[in-house]
Structure formats: structure tokens, C-alpha cells
């Protein structure tokens, strides 16, 4: 059986060399790279997400944490605007996390279901940025150079915002894969009842996939203002459906416990393909949302067909043994 991940892989080469019969110049490498560099904030948020969606939770508050907690860095910045990077670095990630931690203490202590926790804690969070701007904004002439510069550095041809996002896909894969942690991500979303079992504690663990989460947007949070040289209430809305959507379109399965690190990394890498590539070819950007939606469904339709025909193979197998 072909796997998600050779399906994804060919329709992304496809759908270059299609756009390269109109732009050559796309297929460039500079240009790959700079693709690759513009969707990296989506492929950490999507690694994120993709660890909560693997213990049957979701997180619809991903861009709200991250707005939330770029808008405190760039006001820091401006309050300060000699504080190390490094620091800087520190402290959107614990406040990712702890944003993060609160969305799982919700669904660990209370039981309440994860996606009206973070459908409330999203608003929290956008009406939280209100009232600690009052609406204004925080613009690059604003931000120290040290502070925009980080991101944009070159290294081997690669802003480290690029680099950043490989270290996360290496180190995430490496967790899944070899920890014992990582098999209770997995262990949790295919059966919770079998975990139990397994001296796995299903709440604590729904609750660190959440953490984890919030950090990597928290994160990112910093990353996108820096990059993007301005803050402003309104950041990276909506971004939570791309990340749902780069997970889907992966193979990660919304009934949890199933999904790859390469999955989620294709999953986005297909959405950066079709956001940079429609106006280089003439096409509204409009088209983007249709395509997306489109794919979203044709993913879920796969993961369903996939889900049955395990189904009727394992029923089949029962009766063999009969």
C-alpha cells in the first residue's frame, strides 16, 4: 500500500513541475528555499498540533497564542530593546507553554472537551492582545535590529528560521520515535483504555501535548513579529484552520493515534507550495482557500477509506481463525 507520505511527495513534485511550465524561475533553488523558509512557521505550528491531534484532543488557540506572545516580545522589545536574544528566545517559549499548559490543565482536570477549551481560550487570548496594546501597533522602526536581524540570518544559504524549523522536525521525530513519551502520544489517541492499562496516564499526557504545543507557538510567536517586522492585534488570523489543514492533508487522523512527523512536514510544504505558487502563475490568491478545502476534504475522505479497509481486513482475518 502506497503511503500518505509518497502520495504527498508526488503531488508536491507534480504541482512543481506544473508551475515551473509557467515560471521556471520557481524551481530555482534560492526560491525553493525561500518557500521552504516562508512556510516554516506553519510547519512547527503543525508539528504542534499534530502531537495534540495524536492524543484525540485538538488546539484551535495555536495563532492566538502565537499572536499573543509575539505582541508581549515586540513590546518588550521596545521597552528594552537590549535584551539578548537568547532571553528574548526563553521567555515566548515558556509563555507558549504555560499559555499551552493552561488549555491542558482545562482538559485534564475539568474534562472539558478540547475544542471548546481552546475555541474559548482563543478569544481569550485575541482580546488579550487588545487590552495590552490598546489597539496599537508595534512597527519595525520600533524593534531593535538584533531583534528583527535573528530570524533573517543566513547560515548555509538558510535564514535560521528555516534551520529552526529542521531542528524541530529532526528533534520531534526523535522524540515520537525513541521516548517512551512519544509512544504514550500515540498510545493514548489509539486507545485510552488500553493505555490505562499500561500505566499511562491519559490526562497528564493530553496535558504535556498541549504544552509542547503552546511552546512551539509561542516560539513561532516571536519568530513571525521578527520576521515580519511589525505586531499588531489582529496576527496570523485564522491561522489555526492552515495548521488543522496541514495536519489533515498529512494523514494525521482527527480519531487520534495515527500520524508522522513527515506526514505533518508534507502536509504544510503542499499549502506553502500552492500559497507562493498561485500569483507567480496569475491566479487569484483566493484560489488558495478553494484548493485547501478541497484537498482537506479528499484527505479526510482517504483517511476514512483507509480507516475501513483495516477495518474489513481485520474482521476478515477473525474469520479465517474461526
Same mark, same amino acid.
Given at each position: 500500500?502506497?503511503?500518505?507520505?509518497?502520495?504527498?511527495?508526488?503531488?508536491?513534485?507534480?504541482?512543481?513541475?506544473?508551475?515551473?511550465?509557467?515560471?521556471?524561475?520557481?524551481?530555482?533553488?534560492?526560491?525553493?528555499?525561500?518557500?521552504?523558509?516562508?512556510?516554516?512557521?506553519?510547519?512547527?505550528?503543525?508539528?504542534?498540533?499534530?502531537?495534540?491531534?495524536? $492524543?484525540?484532543?485538538?488546539? @484551535?488557540? &495555536? %495563532?492566538?497564542? /502565537? *499572536? =499573543?506572545?509575539?505582541?508581549?516580545? !515586540?513590546? #518588550?522589545? $521596545?521597552?528594552?530593546?537590549? @535584551?539578548? &536574544? %537568547?532571553?528574548? /528566545? *526563553? =521567555?515566548?517559549?515558556?509563555?507558549? !507553554?504555560? #499559555?499551552?499548559?493552561?488549555?491542558?490543565? @482545562?482538559?485534564?482536570?475539568?474534562?472539558?472537551?478540547?475544542?471548546?477549551?481552546?475555541?474559548?481560550?482563543?478569544?481569550?487570548?485575541?482580546?488579550?492582545?487588545?487590552?495590552?496594546?490598546?489597539?496599537?501597533?508595534?512597527?519595525?522602526?520600533?524593534?531593535?535590529?538584533?531583534?528583527?536581524?535573528?530570524?533573517?540570518?543566513?547560515?548555509?544559504?538558510?535564514?535560521?528560521?528555516?534551520?529552526?524549523?529542521?531542528?524541530?522536525?529532526?528533534?520531534?521525530?526523535?522524540?515520537?520515535?525513541?521516548?517512551?513519551?512519544?509512544?504514550?502520544?500515540?498510545?493514548?489517541?489509539?486507545?485510552?483504555?488500553?493505555?490505562?492499562?499500561?500505566?499511562?496516564?491519559?490526562?497528564?499526557?493530553?496535558?504535556?501535548?498541549?504544552?509542547?504545543?503552546?511552546?512551539?507557538?509561542?516560539?513561532?510567536?516571536?519568530?513571525?513579529?521578527?520576521?515580519?517586522?511589525?505586531?499588531?492585534?489582529?496576527?496570523?488570523?485564522?491561522?489555526?484552520?492552515?495548521?488543522?489543514?496541514?495536519?489533515?492533508?498529512?494523514?494525521?487522523?482527527?480519531?487520534?493515534?495515527?500520524?508522522?512527523?513527515?506526514?505533518?512536514?508534507?502536509?504544510?510544504?503542499?499549502?506553502?507550495?500552492?500559497?507562493?505558487?498561485?500569483?507567480?502563475?496569475?491566479?487569484?490568491?483566493?484560489?488558495?482557500?478553494?484548493?485547501?478545502?478541497?484537498?482537506?476534504?479528499?484527505?479526510?475522505?482517504?483517511?476514512?477509506?483507509?480507516?475501513?479497509?483495516?477495518?474489513?481486513?481485520?474482521?476478515?482475518?477473525?474469520?479465517?481463525?474461526?
Amino acid at each position: 500500500m502506497i503511503s500518505r507520505e509518497s502520495i504527498l511527495s508526488a503531488a508536491i513534485i507534480a504541482l512543481l513541475a506544473l508551475i515551473a511550465t509557467r515560471f521556471a524561475g520557481f524551481v530555482a533553488p534560492g526560491n525553493l528555499a525561500a518557500v521552504f523558509t516562508d512556510t516554516a512557521p506553519l510547519i512547527i505550528l503543525a508539528l504542534g498540533q499534530m502531537v495534540v491531534i495524536l $492524543t484525540r484532543c485538538i488546539d @484551535l488557540s &495555536v %495563532a492566538a497564542n /502565537l *499572536a =499573543l506572545t509575539g505582541m508581549v516580545c !515586540a513590546m #518588550l522589545n $521596545t521597552a528594552m530593546p537590549g @535584551l539578548p &536574544v %537568547a532571553l528574548t /528566545l *526563553a =521567555l515566548a517559549i515558556g509563555m507558549g !507553554a504555560g #499559555l499551552g499548559a493552561i488549555n491542558g490543565l @482545562l482538559v485534564w482536570k475539568l474534562a472539558i472537551p478540547s475544542i471548546v477549551v481552546t475555541l474559548g481560550t482563543m478569544t481569550i487570548f485575541r482580546g488579550s492582545i487588545f487590552l495590552l496594546s490598546g489597539g496599537e501597533w508595534v512597527n519595525a522602526f520600533e524593534m531593535s535590529a538584533s531583534f528583527t536581524g535573528f530570524p533573517r540570518t543566513v547560515i548555509l544559504g538558510l535564514p535560521v528560521l528555516g534551520w529552526i524549523a529542521i531542528v524541530i522536525i529532526a528533534g520531534l521525530a526523535l522524540m515520537l520515535s525513541r521516548s517512551t513519551q512519544g509512544r504514550a502520544f500515540f498510545a493514548v489517541g489509539g486507545n485510552p483504555h488500553a493505555a490505562v492499562y499500561a500505566g499511562i496516564d491519559v490526562g497528564r499526557t493530553q496535558f504535556l501535548a498541549f504544552t509542547l504545543s503552546g511552546a512551539l507557538a509561542g516560539l513561532t510567536g516571536y519568530l513571525w513579529v521578527a520576521r515580519y517586522a511589525v505586531a499588531y492585534t489582529d496576527i496570523a488570523g485564522g491561522f489555526e484552520l492552515d495548521v488543522v489543514a496541514a495536519c489533515v492533508i498529512g494523514g494525521i487522523s482527527i480519531a487520534g493515534g495515527i500520524g508522522s512527523v513527515g506526514g505533518a512536514v508534507l502536509g504544510a510544504l503542499f499549502l506553502g507550495v500552492i500559497k507562493n505558487a498561485l500569483p507567480v502563475v496569475g491566479i487569484s490568491p483566493f484560489w488558495q482557500m478553494a484548493i485547501s478545502g478541497a484537498a482537506i476534504i479528499v484527505a479526510v475522505a482517504a483517511n476514512s477509506r483507509a480507516g475501513r479497509s483495516k477495518g474489513r481486513i481485520i474482521l476478515k482475518q477473525a474469520e479465517v481463525r474461526q
